[in-house]
């Protein structure tokens, strides 16, 4: 089987189901940023990251290929595990991972080790994927994807804190101020 296909060469691409629709389809957007986030954590998993934190890492990117190719599959034909995006394994990571942060008193800017920065690029990409998929409609975005993508934005925040403690970089806090008005 050859990689290119040529079918996608004016601007359309094919479903998982069937069927083909326009690369800026609202569900070709929605899935399509979904597999950057995923492509995103991988890359977040090539840095030194303890080991419990990349495992979660590996989970969050089947959990996401889980939703992306409920995404890509309109009519269902695929069997599909709604558990796959289930919030309780995310919630039960980010209290472990804040047990050990001190708490948490203003913003935080983006930056602290190179891991922790990625992290919250990843961070950012996951609430894109977010916005995406929230434009779709009920039928087309299973429940509980947009309550996954949302802790899991949550949980790559408070990975982005868990890796500068780890790794004993200081983050860089930010407070509204009149001067900068």
Request: glycine share 8%; with cysteine.
């Amino acid at each position: 089987m050859k990689v290119y296909t040529r079918t996608g060469d004016d601007g359309e691409t094919s479903l998982l189901s069937g069927g083909r629709v326009k690369k800026n389809n609202h569900r070709v957007e929605a899935y399509g940023t979904v597999d950057e986030l995923s492509s995103l954590v991988g890359l977040l998993l090539c840095e030194s990251v303890p080991d419990d934190v990349a495992q979660h890492l590996v989970d969050v990117q089947r959990s996401l290929f889980a939703v992306g190719a409920f995404l890509a599959d309109p009519e269902g034909r695929m069997e599909h595990e709604p558990e796959s995006w289930e919030v309780g394994r995310l919630e039960n990571w980010i209290d472990a991972m804040c047990s050990e942060l001190p708490e948490l008193r203003a913003f935080i800017l983006p930056g602290g080790c190179r891991g922790a920065a990625l992290a919250h690029v990843v961070r950012a990409v996951c609430r894109r994927a977010e916005r995406r998929v929230s434009i779709l409609s009920a039928a087309e975005a299973p429940d509980g994807v947009l309550r996954y993508l949302n802790r899991l934005s949550d949980a790559l925040f408070t990975l982005a804190r868990f890796l500068n403690v780890r790794s004993e970089n200081s983050e860089t806090e930010w407070h509204p101020s009149s001067e900068h008005s």
